[in-house]
């Protein structure tokens, strides 16, 4: 950790939505060490449930789909906003489970941050979003490969 970051502790992480939280060293630290491992079998398989039922609303979005179709696919799948399903569809992009024809995502191959920030859609409401999902769109369906298989 750099000297000039401070530290994340246990109390800054406590009931705070982590995933809408800037990702930096010093949280990702806290993070991990936060961590203590999928030992909760309910929670597991909810999860798990859950991702599932993310999974299947996505895939019967037409070919024709959008952004804004895919984010509201996820309403009611889990208790959230708008734009912490952004920050959750963002992140299924950057593994890859919602790949992109022609822009390679973060799981697959070194895309520095100037060549992801230079690549853009046309359109402005796009440009909102993280790369590779910037260009997602319904044809491109979800790439199994890339999801947990529980096992």
Same mark, same amino acid.
């Given at each position: 950790?750099?000297?000039?970051?401070? =530290?994340?502790?246990?109390?800054?992480?406590?009931?705070?939505?982590?995933?809408?939280?800037? @990702?930096? @060293?010093?949280?990702?630290?806290?993070?991990?060490?936060?961590?203590?491992?999928?030992?909760? %079998?309910?929670?597991?398989?909810?999860?798990?449930?859950?991702?599932? %039922?993310?999974?299947?609303? @996505?895939?019967?979005?037409?070919?024709?789909?959008?952004?804004?179709? /895919?984010?509201?696919?996820? @309403?009611? *799948? /889990? *208790?959230?906003?708008? &734009?912490?399903?952004?920050?959750?569809?963002?992140? &299924?992009?950057?593994?890859?489970?919602?790949?992109? %024809?022609?822009?390679?995502?973060? =799981?697959?191959?070194?895309?520095?941050?100037?060549?992801?920030?230079?690549?853009?859609?046309?359109?402005?409401?796009? *440009?909102?979003? =993280?790369?590779?999902?910037?260009?997602?769109?319904?044809?491109?369906?979800?790439?199994?490969?890339? /999801?947990?298989?529980?096992?």
């Amino acid at each position: 950790m750099r000297e000039n970051e401070d =530290a994340v502790t246990s109390e800054d992480l406590a009931g705070d939505a982590f995933w809408l939280r800037p @990702i930096n @060293i010093p949280w990702a630290s806290a993070a991990v060490e936060r961590f203590d491992g999928a030992d909760n %079998d309910y929670d597991v398989h909810r999860g798990r449930a859950v991702l599932e %039922d993310i999974v299947d609303a @996505i895939r019967l979005l037409p070919e024709s789909a959008q952004l804004t179709e /895919l984010n509201a696919a996820l @309403i009611g *799948k /889990l *208790k959230s906003n708008k &734009l912490e399903r952004t920050v959750l569809l963002e992140a &299924l992009g950057y593994a890859g489970a919602l790949p992109t %024809d022609g822009y390679p995502s973060y =799981a697959t191959e070194f895309v520095t941050f100037d060549d992801a920030n230079s690549r853009m859609p046309s359109q402005f409401y796009k *440009k909102e979003w =993280a790369y590779p999902v910037r260009f997602w769109t319904g044809v491109d369906g979800v790439d199994p490969a890339r /999801l947990p298989t529980g096992e």
